[in-house]
């Protein structure tokens, strides 16, 4: 079992900061790549930043200069320091992580549960 628990969402006032972590626990062999989505209602999850190993780190145009993902590869944890927020930045923010749970194992996805962020004045 794998497991993904975020942390960090809350109300923010525009222009303001929060930081989101997501720590993997559980039988995990190799994380491949760990990422954040976000969705509003009646839309569809969207991509907002994705780290994987040895590759490049990919951001949504819209948070580029604002959010920085970062990894910790020893806690398997993931965090996006979220700057200079905006009113449509508001949205549930869920974790992933593409992983190995053993060796010879394909890589699966696993989501957290979300955790909410809002920007509002």
């Known amino acids: 079992q794998v497991q993904l628990v975020e942390s960090g969402g809350g109300l923010v006032q525009p222009g303001g900061s929060l930081r989101l972590s997501c720590a993997a626990s559980g039988s995990i062999f190799r994380i491949n790549a760990m990422g954040w989505y976000r969705q509003v209602p009646g839309k569809q999850r969207e991509l907002v930043a994705s780290?994987?190993?040895?590759?490049?780190?990919n951001y949504a145009d819209s948070v580029k200069g604002r959010f920085t993902i970062s990894r910790d590869n020893a806690k398997n944890t993931v965090y996006l320091q979220m700057n200079s927020l905006r009113p449509e930045d508001t949205a549930v923010y869920y974790c992933?992580?593409?992983?190995?749970?053993?060796?010879?194992?394909?890589?699966?996805?696993?989501w957290g549960k979300g955790t909410l962020v809002t920007v509002s004045s």
């Open positions: 780290i994987p190993s040895g590759g490049r780190i």
């Open positions: 992933y992580a593409n992983l190995k749970a053993y060796p010879g194992a394909g890589g699966m996805d696993y």
